[in-house]
């Protein structure tokens, strides 16, 4: 299958600070790529649609100033969480479709990310 | 109705037997429907997709769809300790481009 890469695996931030986290199609071009939250023992949320060259499309809920979405290339979407705090922790996870006629979707490795 | 719907288990089956693993959803237009594996700490991993009705098999695993019923299961042979994780069933909704819209998974544990 395609592969997503995204960085970091793991972080650790200070409330009031911001973390960017990056994800990357290493072998295909994605015009869209998607932003998922996931809490423990729950199911992924989808957060934004994130749109190579345009503004990024936000799920009903999601603060569109805290979770900063950039998507300034084909193989690279940032998602930069804003202000971060405790209530912020979660596993955030990227996904791409290799193509945009291709449903399938895969996943870059996720992010858990910890406000302390 | 959630729109797509799963039971989150846990779902035992001893090794070597037959896991089905059901999902249903809300949406009748609904075209494109997948089965992603989910180990605990990791991100989720295709196994299969399905678009048409009945049977799609890949080794191990079968998925079968029943667009009338609105159903969409995974059969997961030989079942080995190493399939014990969450799955995640996911349908792209009508009009929904390639937006995934996940159910809330079923836990699978596979017992020697």
């Known amino acids: 299958g395609a592969v997503v890469s995204q960085h970091p695996s793991r972080v650790i931030c200070k409330s009031g600070t911001s973390v960017k986290i990056e994800c990357r199609s290493l072998?295909?071009?994605?015009?869209?790529m998607f932003w998922y939250r996931q809490f423990p023992k729950k199911s992924l949320m989808l957060m934004a649609t994130s749109n190579e060259g345009s503004k990024a499309t936000y799920e009903q809920g999601v603060e569109k100033d805290k979770f900063l979405i950039n998507h300034a290339s084909l193989t690279l979407s940032t998602l930069t969480v804003t202000s971060a705090h405790p209530e912020d922790s979660s596993f955030y996870i990227c996904?791409?479709?290799?193509?945009?006629?291709?449903?399938?979707?895969?996943f870059g490795q996720g992010t858990r990310l910890t406000v302390v | 109705q959630k729109e797509v719907e799963q039971n989150s288990g846990p779902l035992s089956v001893p090794e070597g037997a037959i896991a089905s693993l059901n999902c249903t959803y809300s949406d009748r237009g609904s075209q494109s429907f997948f089965w992603y594996r989910q180990y605990s700490g990791k991100s989720p991993e295709l196994i299969m997709s399905?678009?048409?009705?009945g049977d799609k098999e890949d080794g191990r695993f079968t998925a079968q769809l029943n667009k009338a019923s609105q159903y969409v299961s995974l059969l997961i042979r030989d079942s080995q300790p190493s399939d014990s994780a969450t799955y995640l069933c996911a349908v792209i909704l009508t009009g929904g481009g390639n937006k995934l819209t996940f159910g809330t998974g079923t836990q699978l544990k596979v017992e020697l």
């Open positions: 072998d295909f071009q994605a015009t869209t």
């Open positions: 996904s791409a479709n290799p193509g945009p006629m291709n449903t399938e979707a895969f």
């Open positions: 399905i678009y048409s009705n």
